[in-house]
């Protein structure tokens, strides 16, 4: 699985509460969700949720990693925005070349 989908998967599934509705909000379905979440455990070996048929909460490494992972994702997001507004705008000198008579002309 995808490292950045599993982590947007987990934060997504500790702000919504459950794996239905963040995949729900990300338009996966629970078995992929799920499949995110396991694949993020294996890695990091440890377990990030405890989860029952109606609820889930977080480990205590599960609530150290969500902090993290929120403040990465944010951090993500803004260097995209800005990378995006400092491609938008033109910026720095303009240099034009243009026949003596223009010059005079003008």
Request: proline share 2%.
């Given at each position: 699985?995808?490292?950045?989908?599993?982590?947007?998967?987990?934060?997504?599934?500790?702000e919504?509460?459950?794996?239905?509705?963040?995949?729900?909000?990300?338009?996966l379905?629970?078995?992929?969700?799920?499949?995110?979440?396991?694949?993020?455990?294996?890695?990091?070996?440890?377990?990030?949720?405890?989860?029952?048929?109606?609820?889930?909460?977080?480990?205590?490494?599960?609530?150290?990693?969500?902090?993290?992972?929120?403040q990465?994702?944010?951090?993500?997001?803004?260097?995209?925005?800005?990378?995006?507004?400092?491609?938008?705008?033109?910026?720095?000198?303009?240099?034009?070349?243009?026949?003596?008579?223009?010059?005079?002309?003008?």
């Amino acid at each position: 699985a995808d490292r950045l989908t599993a982590i947007e998967v987990f934060v997504q599934i500790v702000e919504d509460g459950s794996l239905i509705a963040a995949g729900a909000r990300l338009g996966l379905s629970r078995a992929a969700v799920s499949k995110h979440l396991m694949a993020l455990e294996d890695r990091l070996g440890v377990r990030l949720l405890n989860r029952t048929t109606r609820r889930c909460s977080l480990t205590e490494a599960g609530s150290i990693y969500h902090e993290r992972a929120r403040q990465i994702l944010a951090e993500l997001a803004e260097a995209e925005r800005e990378a995006g507004r400092s491609g938008a705008l033109p910026t720095g000198r303009l240099r034009l070349n243009a026949p003596m008579t223009f010059g005079t002309m003008l």
